[in-house]
T-cell receptor
Framework: GAVVSQHPSWVICKSGTSVKIECRSL??????MFWYRQFPKQSLMLMAT?????????EQGVEKDKFLINHASLTLSTLTVTSAHPEDSSFYIC???????????????FGNGTRLTVT | GQQVMQIPQYQHVQEGEDFTTYCNSS?????IQWYKQRPGGHPVFLIQ?????EVKKQKRLTFQFGEAKKNSSLHITATQTTDVGTYFC???????????FGIGTKLQVIP
């Protein structure tokens, strides 16, 4: 159980275009999802907390207008990288908790990640 | 969020040797989680420690939470090539218990 699906797995786009990444909880409902970014050989940096039905909470230094997050349902959160530039190239991973397995202290279940390359 | 420092950043061991990674925080943690990320993969949850001085084992892996709940360690006995990957400690904070990850320890096992 507790499967998180992320799509696409990889995407190549041209500078200036926008890219949407989807994160779905397949067998549980997630009122909160977390979006991370990981540069090569580095740790996971939390970008934002996505909240179903309300605005996302962004970490310091993360541009809200650049990384648009929408959490329209209990099973889907999307991250849109707007006007992408080469420096946005990275590995983006979403995660969520199954609320039936311990609430806020339960482990995170990660999607497979999306490798974004902006040319 | 909580800041967790993790050392070492890299570790190369011969197959069969032991391996330990350490995680430290300047503040008391409510809990600490450990994750493993294989090359090219996503982090996978290993374990969570909650109690002061807690010790948990998973086969060759031993996890410890310090008495003051400010540090933790992961010890692997007799490493195997399947242990290769990056091991992260992570701490929760805030109302939604957002999780902050340590920098990770990348383990290479030389056969």
């Amino acid at each position: 159980g507790a499967v998180v699906s992320q799509h696409p797995s990889w995407v190549i786009c041209k500078s200036g275009t926008s890219v949407k990444i989807e994160c779905r909880s397949l067998d549980f409902q997630a009122t909160t999802m977390f979006w991370y970014r990981q540069f090569p050989k580095q740790s996971l940096m939390l970008m934002a907390t996505s909240n179903e039905g309300s605005k996302a909470t962004y970490e310091q230094g993360v541009e809200k207008d650049k990384f648009l997050i929408n959490h329209a349902s209990l099973t889907l959160s999307t991250l849109t990288v707007t006007s992408a530039h080469p420096e946005d190239s990275s590995f983006y991973i979403c995660s969520a908790r199954d609320p039936l397995t311990g609430g806020y202290n339960s482990p995170l279940h990660f999607g497979n990640g999306t490798r974004l390359t902006v040319t | 969020g909580q800041q967790v420092m993790q050392i070492p950043q890299y570790q190369h061991v011969q197959e069969g040797e032991d391996f330990t990674t350490y995680c430290n925080s300047s503040t008391t943690l409510s809990n600490i989680q450990w994750y493993k990320q294989r090359p090219g993969g996503h982090p996978v949850f290993l374990i969570q420690l909650v109690k002061s001085g807690e010790v948990k084992k998973q086969k060759r892996l031993t996890f410890q939470f310090g008495e003051a709940k400010k540090n933790s360690s992961l010890h692997i006995t007799a490493t195997q090539t399947t242990d290769v990957g990056t091991y992260f400690c992570a701490a929760g904070s805030g109302g939604y218990q957002k999780v902050t990850f340590g920098i990770g320890t990348k383990l290479q096992v030389i056969p």
